[in-house]
């Protein structure tokens, strides 16, 4: 059936009729034309009064083979009638609670769009871009985070036009932000208010930056995050998808926009129907007929299109479930598929970077660490990466500390995970750059001095000039100072010369006492890092040893190290 030729409906089915099934290219593709109109229409006719009725609608097709269209159909619908983008992102947020592939597809083309449209100075489709995007952060389907990275990239290279674009998303988002993020939304308007005072803008623009100070002021009561008769979704139910600005590996799946011949396109179909039963529940009893009819029929290829890249709609049942919680369109009794790609970990490590950076106070950070689901066996990860994340910071923030000293506490298991931590920084610290191991050496020595670590970690530390390089022995010097400068000299003293017996093992490779060579390097590095007091013990020691051999010691006498005095400490 050629497109661009008007056929009557009656010549239709009896032309679709003749063709016999969908397991031809021609059956499918009129299938595929058909599901574009069952998709186009709710979506340009939908408003407040009638989105549970499209709701329905737009569920009776198949959400999972259609939903390039559904993205692309919604997105071009938004960008010619932005006053309906909080409908919109309503209509979406029912759908993403039962379909999360759907909800992420959309944000991550929103993304790619924005970022093409900032890159190619269009103002226009920079603006219904963020607009939808603020809604769909008001609506809990994207991050709170990727409204700040889209806030920060644009200001900051201050324009007349990207503060505008700016000045527009934050009149919508900012109620929501100032709710869930109060101090970064106090940034980001100190930020405005330098370009005000200092930057090189347009009269207008700066007008637009006063305005939004007084929507503030005002607790943004015209521009509230959702608007009255769109709160469709109950808080458990909302799905959160964490697309972020910068990630290089986005793809916006444009191949679901067209046609393709789908082999296992029955069993598929019949997958749908499913799922859309286990959605509607007894709405769907009466649209049966409609999804089990005869494939020649426009009724029954309604919810027939291009399958893409899911040739199997347990696949995808498999990957949404695998990013949220379980939604309806997860069959029953389908077994579980193991990633062993490591997939699921690198999406975990992300969840709990965004969690840390995303909280305001520490409590906060430890609270909602505390609440994402870790598969037995993982549990390490969450303390490496709140290592990782402290690490990756300009200078140290106690922030970080403060986060690993609440999870162990609260919890044997984080303790005994920041353990196994330690052990394994302090083997691999010659790894690090500088600056990242003095934030790793902070973040230690502030669970050792608060106690939320026990002294027995330092078991890993054996100081002997071959044992150690130049990045163990300033990560244990700045370990050592801290601990010095909080506990002062005679505590940290008393603390690693304890008599109990775990300590007393641990530290007996930081105290050599039975190799003179060993104890002459031990006390210089002490002392040359001002702790020379803690070495009292051993110069007694060095002492008492018995004297070496003459020939050993003539032998020795080129390699043996000078000892330091200690008034120089």
Not at 74 to 90: E, K, W
Not at 158 to 181: K, N, Q
Not at 380 to 386: F, T
Not at 432 to 438: A, F, M, V
């Amino acid at each position: 059936m050629k497109s661009g030729r008007y056929l009557p409906p009656a010549l239709k089915r009896k032309m679709l009729d003749a063709q016999g099934s969908t397991t031809n290219e021609a059956g499918q593709r009129a299938s595929w034309e058909v599901l574009k109109k069952k998709i186009n229409g709710p979506v340009n006719k939908v408003n407040t009064s009638n989105i549970k009725d499209v709701i329905v609608e737009l569920f009776s097709a198949n959400l999972i083979r259609g939903r390039g269209l559904y993205c692309r159909s919604l997105m071009r619908a938004q960008s010619l009638s932005t006053s309906f983008t909080p409908v919109y992102a309503a209509l979406t947020s029912v759908i993403n609670t039962k379909l999360p592939i759907v909800g992420e597809l959309l944000v991550t083309r929103l993304v790619v769009q924005f970022r093409r449209a900032f890159n190619r100075d269009d103002k226009d489709l920079c603006i219904s871009s963020v607009m939808f995007l603020a809604h769909l952060t008001n609506q809990r389907i994207a991050h709170e985070v990727l409204a700040f990275q889209v806030v920060s990239l644009l200001l900051e290279t201050p324009t007349d036009d990207s503060v505008e674009v700016a000045v527009a998303f934050m009149r919508e988002v900012g109620a929501f932000l100032a709710e869930i993020a109060p101090r970064v939304l106090n940034a980001v308007f100190d930020t405005f208010r330098s370009i005000l005072h200092e930057a090189d803008i347009d009269k207008r623009v700066q007008y637009m930056i006063e305005v939004l100070f007084q929507i503030r002021r005002d607790g943004f009561k015209d521009s509230p995050p959702i608007r009255p008769g769109l709160d469709l979704v109950e808080e458990d139910e909302q799905i959160v998808h964490e697309v972020a600005l910068d990630d290089d590996d986005l793809d916006a799946l444009d191949e679901l926009n067209v046609f393709k011949l789908d082999d296992a396109y029955e069993e598929n179909e019949r997958k749908y129907a499913s799922i859309s039963r286990e959605i509607l529940g007894g709405d769907s009893d009466s649209e049966k007929g409609e999804a089990g009819g005869e494939p020649g029929s426009e009724s029954g290829s309604a919810s027939e299109s291009d399958s893409g890249s899911e040739s199997d709609v347990d696949s995808d049942a498999e990957e949404s479930s695998a990013r949220g919680p379980d939604t309806a369109g997860q069959k029953p009794g389908v077994q579980k598929i193991h990633d062993l790609t490591e997939t699921e970990k690198v999406n975990l490590r992300r969840t709990i970077y965004l969690t840390i950076m995303s909280s305001l106070s520490f409590d906060e950070a430890a609270h909602k660490l505390l609440k994402i689901e870790i598969r037995p066996g993982e549990e390490q990860e969450l303390c490496n990466m709140v290592i990782e994340s402290c690490s990756q910071e300009r200078t140290y923030k106690a922030f970080f500390g403060l986060i690993g000293e609440r999870l162990c506490k609260l919890n044997r298991t984080w303790g005994h995970g920041f353990e196994l931590a330690f052990a394994s920084c302090y083997e691999s610290i010659h790894r690090y750059e500088t600056n990242h191991l003095r934030n790793i050496a902070h973040l230690f020595a502030h669970l050792l001095i608060t106690g939320a670590l026990h002294l027995s970690v330092l078991q890993a530390v054996v100081l002997t000039e071959e044992s150690t390089t130049s990045s163990s022995r300033i990560f244990l010097k700045i370990l050592l100072q801290d601990m010095a400068e909080e506990l002062g000299m005679k505590a940290l003293n008393d603390r690693l010369k304890s008599t109990e017996y775990r300590v007393a093992e641990a530290v007996k490779g930081m105290f050599p006492s039975n190799d003179a060579q060993a104890m002459r390097f031990a006390i210089n590095y002490y002392t040359s890092i001002g702790l020379g007091a803690i070495t009292e013990e051993m110069r007694e020691q060095l002492k008492e040893l018995p004297l070496l051999k003459a020939g050993d010691d003539s032998d020795s006498d080129s390699g043996r190290l000078a000892l330091t005095p200690l008034s120089m400490a």
